[in-house]
């Protein structure tokens, strides 16, 4: 790489350290581990600067556009939500979570609905892996569960793409359900989006709290001008079965009622 105008040409730190990567294979983790040590002060500019340039080249070669406003890069958003350390709240509602909720819990989805899974976006609040999901019955179905899957979003499109874990819920009682027990490693990464997809693993008559379409952010897919996508549908999985382990997004499904979904992060 050619010197920085008016700046020393040797450089004793971030070309040393990089000499051997490829834009290809450099990630944010070695432009962070040689960065870390470099102080802001004036003996270090040409270097401060030589290190931005090479992340702007490694972002550029990975397409990575969004990691200009955020570490890393992938699905970040302009909003961050609270964090729950040091409060009484033990859970977050994604359901309700900023961009894509709304604060409401006056109306219901029914399961019937189900049998094939409906995704709904949301931002993770924060990083760390979920330890619980949650769901709030408001009609019970007798030996009956749903299933919720958490998908990440695709790079290109940022619909749901791969799934990153699930877990089966009972709807044999009403009020807030919760389950532990989940298949798969639920990774999160605050700020970037995700999905969760519901869906019942049998015919079950049950009900769902949840936020009427009328209150929450259209996705904008639209048709016509009078669309109102509020969830997305995989009709090319079987019906009643284990969230499929990659997503296909087949429609947009207008006037859907988001059902509510808490997590807990560890």
Known sequence: MMPLPDADKKSPRVYTNLQNLD???????????????????EMNEDEM??????NLARLVTAGEWTGLLSAGGGGG???AAPT?????????????????????????????????????????????DVSELGIQVT??????????????????????????????????ATGSIYQTSITGTITLEANKQYWYSISTDQAAAGYLMGIDQDFIPSMGLASNPQSNTSA???????SYAVPPASFTTSFGYSNFTRPLLTLKVA
Not at 49 to 54: F, Y
Not at 156 to 170: E, F, H, K, W
Request: proline share 4%; net charge negative.
């Open 23 to 41: 834009l290809d294979s450099l990630t944010f983790a070695n432009i962070q581990a040689t960065g870390n040590p470099i102080a802001v002060e």
């Open 49 to 54: 600067r030589r290190l931005v340039l090479v």
């Open 77 to 79: 958003v302009g909003a």
């Open 84 to 128: 729950i350390s040091g409060t009484t709240n033990t859970m977050y509602n994604v359901g309700q979570c900023i961009v894509w909720g709304a604060n409401d819990d006056s109306h219901t989805v029914a399961t019937a609905s189900m049998d094939k899974p409906f995704a709904f976006p949301f931002i993770a609040p924060e990083s760390g």
């Open 139 to 172: 009609t019970l179905s007798a030996g009956d569960s749903v299933y919720v899957a958490i998908y990440d979003s695709d790079e290109v499109t940022n619909q749901p793409d791969t799934r990153l874990g699930y877990a089966l819920i009972s709807i044999n």
């Open 232 to 238: 997305v549908k995989d009709n090319a999985t079987t």
